[in-house]
């Protein structure tokens, strides 16, 4: 049975889109195939922070302090300086002080403007004008795949990063750049991994992977939240995530799963039936601002680089440490 043949305004639609399509792609991959560059990012941040109760009650987990800068910007800053232009960020209710700390401030502007102190002004002047940010609401926790499926329509078909806005990460190279250096050149899905310590395996999607080099690992399978009896190895995703647009359709695929919550998970267990996944080791270090042992130890090690605080907290520290006891001491 022969189909109709299109009309012309079809066939005009077709060649404007694929144009637009082809105008974002930069380069060829190790496999030579075409790739799209990696502009767009999604911050899921609607989480509830119920590890931070009753501070996190009226107060954004992301937007809590590492000194005087919220989480959440250190988060965005990385996607800038990994090239992202566009940053959709993942909210819930009660989440508006994350938007109104990316906007501008007129009031607090005139008033910093008055006193002369122009070195604050320029500050929280630099904080609303950092990249353009766009928000979607998360209308109830239903899982971290839910989350990134909020932001399908923006993202269109388009790769884009994922970065967990409560992980800090700190190196020269941006986690998230290495991972998009990894995507341009294969042109597949990259997952950050680190090694997981045994009794944390739990809190993880956990890897199996064929090693490439020291660093980088096909993906053979993921396990949601394993026990450390049936985890694949030590190797867990962290936040951070460089997908192709399939990705959507995978999710909505995969379903409920852990915690009959959507997880992306089980989202990229089904993309790694259709297309080859890499897992890499970033080079940085690592803190989950979401766990309140990681919390204190980030608020330390960025006193101890801060040249106007490090003299103070390390002899602060060295008093403690003079003064605390073992128990056995007790």
């Given at each position: 049975m022969s189909r109709e043949p299109e009309n012309i305004k079809d066939i005009l639609v077709k060649e404007y889109y694929l144009l637009n399509y082809m105008n974002n792609f930069s380069q060829k991959s190790f496999t030579?195939?075409?790739?799209?560059?990696?502009?767009?990012?999604?911050?899921?941040a609607a989480g509830l922070g119920t590890r931070f109760l009753p501070?996190?009650?009226?107060?954004?987990?992301?937007?809590?302090?590492?000194?005087?800068?919220?989480?959440?910007q250190y988060v965005v800053e990385e996607a800038i300086a990994s090239g992202i232009e566009d940053i959709i960020i993942i909210t819930g209710r009660g989440k508006r002080a994350i938007e109104?700390?990316?906007?501008?401030?007129?009031?607090?502007?005139?008033?910093?403007?008055?006193?002369?102190?122009?070195?604050?002004?320029?500050?929280?002047?630099?904080?609303?004008?950092?990249?353009?940010?766009?928000?979607?609401?998360?209308?109830?926790?239903?899982?971290?795949?839910?989350?990134?499926?909020?932001?399908?329509?923006?993202?269109?078909?388009?790769?884009?990063?994922?970065?967990?806005?409560d992980d800090i990460i700190v190196n020269d190279k941006p986690c998230t750049a290495q991972l998009i250096e990894n995507f341009e050149k294969y042109g597949r899905s990259t997952l950050a991994v680190e090694e997981v310590p045994r009794e944390k395996l739990s809190s993880y999607g956990i890897i199996k992977g064929k090693p490439l080099s020291n660093s980088l690992y096909v993906l053979e399978d993921i396990v949601e939240k394993p026990s450390?009896?049936?985890?694949?190895?030590?190797?867990?995703?962290?936040?951070?995530?460089?997908?192709?647009?399939?990705?959507?359709?995978?999710?909505k695929e995969a379903g409920t799963g852990v915690g009959n919550e959507i997880q992306?998970?089980?989202?990229?267990?089904?993309?790694?039936?259709?297309?080859?996944?890499?897992?890499?080791?970033?080079?940085?270090?690592?803190?989950?601002?979401?766990?309140?042992?990681?919390?204190?130890?980030?608020?330390?090690?960025?006193?101890?680089?801060?040249?106007?605080?490090?003299?103070?907290?390390?002899?602060?520290l060295r008093e403690i440490l003079a003064s605390v006891k073992e128990p056995s001491d007790k």
């Open positions: 030579g195939e075409f790739i799209l560059t990696v502009k767009k990012a999604l911050i899921p501070a996190t009650k009226s107060m954004p987990k992301e937007m809590l302090p590492i000194i005087d800068t919220p989480v959440i109104d700390y990316f906007d501008d401030s007129p009031e607090l502007e005139m008033h910093l403007a008055k006193k002369h102190n122009t070195e604050l002004l320029k500050l929280v002047r630099d904080v609303s004008s950092l990249v353009d940010i766009h928000y979607i609401r998360q209308k109830e926790p239903n899982g971290l795949g839910d989350a990134v499926l909020r932001a399908e329509n923006h993202i269109g078909d388009e790769p884009f990063a994922v970065l967990l806005g450390p009896e049936n985890a694949p190895s030590n190797l867990g995703a962290i936040g951070r995530y460089v997908f192709t647009p399939e990705i959507f359709d995978c999710i992306l998970t089980d989202g990229i267990r089904v993309l790694n039936r259709s297309q080859m996944i890499y897992a890499c080791r970033f080079k940085g270090k690592r803190f989950d601002t979401g766990d309140r042992l990681g919390y204190v130890k980030s608020i330390v090690d960025f006193a101890l680089e801060n040249e106007n605080l490090r003299k103070d907290v390390l002899e602060y």
